[in-house]
């Protein structure tokens, strides 16, 4: 089987957690592999390859992504927000906290797409029930907790 | 006998405020959190090296074909490609890596790459390295590979009959281990019995707790010293140093194993060295630093998992009363293409030979084969959780058939409380426990009492109802000794884990461990340990991160696995502390002129009992030894830096018999699960759930919830959907997430949990291993399910995995499933 020619480059500006940056990339290149090797943000994970398990879960424009779903070039002219942006200076936010507080994670690989999502419905629902945080994050795999702790952690910074 | 302290029954809570003396045993923050929050943990696949060049591996579309030619011309080729690596360079380059098993499983050859030919769908044939990951798949399509296909063995039980393809000719047989293991006196026990009940087979599914964060490494290879540093998330280092040294023909100084986070391991990340070898000769062969990363297809094809196991032939020995005498049973487990661990899971089992029961007689003949499926590998419960499925299988079968209350027979036949220490048939010692007040337990925190009004609620809105126990046990702390029982001429034997803690010059109290955790949350019940000692916080505590060979706090068996951290590691740790301890005292003493017993240490400062105020911070000690030594006495024999190795107590199993210690931990998990069946389509629900345990005494509170609450939402996984299942030409139906569906939020039931804490008397901290958990969420839906069908022709549940169509099926077809179950009265 003859390989696919990667099609030539392309520049694009990425605004990431309020920084612009200017990078060439393939026009291939996921939007996940741009944070993670382009950028260094290497906080957004990757644990598959078809879009199941919400790891590199990001806010596009303050919508919820899979960052593995996107191509960089898509991304061109967007603002982007990753766990990195999460916290004032030190200080862990909120939600952050609660995670900590609740043991809502354990090997911390889900962690950041995690925030994300978590993130993103409470900025939708201040004040979410319990299925709507757990359809809030039904995106999201974590292998470790059984999410129990997870919810308990949204719920209280949503009380 | 130990103290058994029953806990209201609601989950643990964080603790507010701040926390009194006496660390251990309370919920302080978690020193990992801080970092792993904001995205500043470190994972193998964080690390980059200049110019460093990808790996990607090329695979096997066969499960089993003979390679006549691999042609990596045209792969090289392309521009940004570095250089390639192929099963021939493998077979001049390394030997094959050593295997457990006595004949016929010591005569498979296993290699870092396929040579000669493929036995599984995605084997590594091939690996290439290239500028960029994406530029190496390129590379890897242009790799031409020319396979002469053989038939493929994908069924473990005609694997010995005369068709079967041998997948290792070397071996002339697919069978890697076989033995009889048989205590106490079966034929007594049949012949005392008043029934004799027969299962004519049981399954136990291929799963794997398919850690989010695949498997990996980055390495360098130093020219000038010959040695290798592999950034990886090998989480059992000290073995896979074992296997990888002899096979690339170096010492074993030459690996340098380093982890700081990783993104889960449950067993499935322990062999990992065929990928790691052909890694280090990449290194080597070009030259450069080179990274790995494995797919999420390639993770569930390919690497690690779970032991399949038939159970066959089953007869079981009951008295009138349901005292149960015995059993014996035919297993036969399908490892795949490699035994790697294997054969151990032929003796893993053997700790948990009798379950959570008091059955003396009971023979098992075991045998392992290989077929054309991924290898496997230790995976949470680890072959303790085949078996504990069996035990608690064969007791709602006899229930059910002899019209048996599932509950009392579990009490009727449980080890009691005043039993422990209690020596099983075959030899271990089960620390201690009180089994029937966990089940008592469990069946509160369902409302058991009024679960005959749930029953009828649930039939008048058209439901089955139906509820069940699963009881097992999580042995922790490996005696290595029962691999000789599988092979004598092994010189493995006991168990130890490292840790070193030192005072440094400005009163930095460190800690380095040779465990690899992977979420356990070692930093911070290390931190806890050691406060508890020095008299300080567990803020003042340092615990570097994760695992390095170059620190020198590892051992032979050094790793995260088998539930063990709060025996070993701790046990290393406290050592440690305690040789500190004495120290920091001794110097105090030449000090302060007193002697070492009247030093106390409290509040960050070694004082003098008699006068506090007579007072040297941690600081001043580290400083006097270190920098400001001048004038201490010749005869002060002390570095306050101290290196414990901990290593239990253990002797050499009786190899004839196949008889001693096993493990030296026993934690319980009883769960109870009740679900609700919709007879039309066989789709369940599981409506309530709770999980009781007892590892003893609780280092960290909610970390051991946190466990808890992980084990039951991998064993509810694998209870209901995950499954392995191959078609007949050896391709895996459900290679990765899209189609091995694993719990997600709106899939987990509501889970209670409760506890007791029976302090182990074997520990130095009363703590025993936990976190695997047996399973036991398997065995409790199985048995829900068993007792909803019930009234629709009473099927039996013959499988582990369970998904809404075999539910279905079981309504559709009762009989099938009860052909195989017979009852002999006398």
């Known amino acids: ?159 | 006998m130990t103290e058994t302290t029953v806990a209201p029954p609601k989950p643990v809570v964080v603790e507010e405020g701040k926390p009194q003396k006496g660390w251990a045993g309370q919920n302080v923050p978690r020193k990992e959190d801080k970092r792993l929050l904001q995205g500043e943990g470190v994972f193998f696949d964080d690390i980059k090296r200049h110019e460093m060049g990808y790996v990607h591996f090329v695979r096997s579309p066969y499960a089993h074909a003979r390679i006549k030619s691999v042609d990596v011309s045209k792969a090289l080729e392309l521009d940004g490609v570095y250089g390639t690596l192929t099963g021939d360079e493998v077979a001049i380059l390394t030997d094959p890596f050593f295997e457990l098993s006595v004949k016929p499983g010591a005569d498979m050859k296993d290699y870092a790459l396929a040579v000669g030919k493929v036995r599984f769908v995605g084997e590594p044939v091939a690996a290439v390295v290239a500028a960029t990951r994406d530029l190496a798949r390129d590379a890897a399509q242009l790799v031409e590979v020319d396979y002469e296909p053989l038939q493929p063995l994908v069924d473990a039980r005609v694997a010995q009959s005369g068709g079967a393809p041998v997948l290792h000719e070397e071996a002339g047989s697919n069978v890697v281990w076989d033995g009889t293991f048989d205590w106490g006196d079966w034929e007594a026990a049949a012949a005392e019995a008043d029934h004799v009940v027969k299962i004519k087979e049981l399954h136990f599914d291929r799963f794997s707790s398919t850690p989010l964060e695949c498997s990996g490494c980055l390495v360098e290879y130093n020219r000038g010293t010959g040695q290798w540093t592999m950034y990886c998330n090998h989480q059992m280092p000290g073995v896979g140093a074992i296997w990888m040294a002899p096979a690339m023909r170096v010492g074993i100084d030459k690996l340098r194993f380093v982890t700081q986070d990783i993104g889960g391991g449950f067993g499935n990340k322990i062999c990992l060295h065929p990928y790691f070898v052909a890694c280090c000769l990449l290194a080597r062969k070009l030259n450069r630093a080179v990274q790995w990363t494995e797919w999420r297809t390639d993770q569930h094809t390919a690497n690690a998992h779970g032991n399949e196991r038939w159970f066959q032939d089953i007869e079981v020995a009951v008295k009138a009363d349901g005292t149960l005498l015995g059993f014996k049973v035919k297993a036969l487990d399908d490892c795949g293409a490699f035994p790697r661990y294997e054969p151990l899971g032929c003796i893993i089992w053997a700790q948990v030979t009798p379950g959570c029961y008091r059955w003396r007689h009971i023979r098992v003949g075991f045998t392992q084969v290989v077929t054309n499926k991924s290898p496997v590998s230790p995976n949470r419960g680890y072959s303790r959780m085949q078996h504990l499925w069996l035990t608690e299988r064969i007791i709602d079968v006899v229930a059910h058939e002899l019209g048996l209350d599932p509950v009392q027979v579990r009490k009727k036949n449980y080890v009691k409380h005043e039993e422990f220490p209690y020596e099983t048939p075959n030899g271990c010692v089960y620390d201690s426990g009180d089994y029937a007040r966990c089940l008592d337990i469990a069946l509160d925190l369902v409302d058991y009492k009024k679960i005959e009004e749930k029953r009828v609620d649930a039939e008048a809105r058209g439901k089955l109802f139906g509820i069940g126990i699963g009881s097992t046990l999580d042995s922790g702390t490996n005696n290595f000794g029962q691999s000789m029982i599988l092979n004598p001429e092994l010189q493995f034997s006991g168990n130890n884990e490292v840790a070193t803690v030192k005072l440094d010059i400005f009163g930095e109290i460190v800690v380095t461990l040779g465990t690899v955790p992977q979420g356990q949350s070692h930093e911070t019940t290390s931190a806890q340990v050691v406060s508890d000692i020095l008299g300080c916080s567990p803020a003042d505590v340092t615990v570097r991160a994760g695992h390095d060979t170059y620190w020198n706090s590892h051992a032979g068996f050094s790793g995260t696995y088998a539930s063990q951290f709060a025996v070993t590691g701790l046990g290393a740790v406290k050592g440690a502390t305690d040789m500190l301890a004495g120290e920091m005292k001794q110097l105090a003493a030449v000090v302060l002129g007193c002697a070492p017993d009247d030093i106390e240490l409290a509040d960050g400062t070694a004082r003098m009992k008699a006068n506090p105020e007579a007072a040297l911070p941690f600081m001043a000690l580290g400083a006097i030894l270190n920098a400001n030594n001048a004038g201490l006495p010749e005869d002060l024999n002390i570095t306050l830096n101290c290196r414990y190795v901990y290593r239990p107590p253990f002797e050499k199993p009786d190899l004839e018999r196949k008889y001693g210690n096993l493990t030296l931990t026993y934690a319980t998990q009883i769960h109870a699960c009740v679900v609700e069946v919709d007879p039309d389509t066989g789709v369940y629900e599981i409506v309530d759930y709770a999980a009781v345990d007892d590892c003893g005494k609780r280092i960290h509170p909610q970390i051991v919830e946190g466990q808890v609450h992980g084990a039951t939402a991998q064993a509810i996984g694998a209870a209901t959907h995950e499954t392995f299942p191959y078609d007949e030409d050896g391709n895996l139906l459900t290679p990765n997430f899209y189609d091995y569906h694993v719990p997600h939020a709106l899939d987990m039931p509501p889970m209670k949990t409760g506890y007791i804490e029976s302090e182990s008397p074997f520990t130095s901290l009363g703590a025993k291993g936990m976190g695997e958990g047996g399973g036991a969420g398997i065995h409790a839906v199985c048995a829900a399910l068993q007792d909803a069908l019930s009234s629709r022709g009473r099927p039996i549940v013959t499988d582990s995995c369970n998904p809404y169509h075999r539910v279905w099926s079981l309504l559709q077809d009762p009989a099938a499933s009860r052909a195989g179950v017979e009852v002999v009265s006398r």
Do not use: W
């Open chain 1, 1 to 159: 089987m003859a390989a696919t020619a990667p099609v030539g480059g392309k520049t694009v500006t990425v605004r990431v957690n309020g920084t612009t940056y200017e990078r060439e990339v393939e026009a291939r290149r996921l939007l996940i592999h741009f944070l993670r090797d382009d950028l260094d943000l290497t906080g957004s994970h990757v644990g598959c390859d078809t879009g199941n398990c919400g790891a590199c879960s990001v806010l596009y424009d303050g919508t919820l992504v899979k960052s593995c779903m996107l191509l960089a070039v898509q991304a061109d002219g967007a603002s982007i927000e990753t766990v990195e942006g999460l916290a004032e200076g030190d200080e862990l936010n909120d939600l952050q906290q609660a995670f900590g507080a609740h043991h809502a994670l354990q090997c911390g690989y889900c962690t950041p797409g995690m925030l994300m999502s978590a993130t993103a419905l409470l900025r939708e629902k201040p004040h979410p029930t319990e299925d709507e945080i757990r359809k809030g994050i039904q995106g999201n795999i974590c292998r470790c907790t059984g999410y129990v702790n997870i919810v308990e952690a949204i719920k209280s910074v949503g009380a």
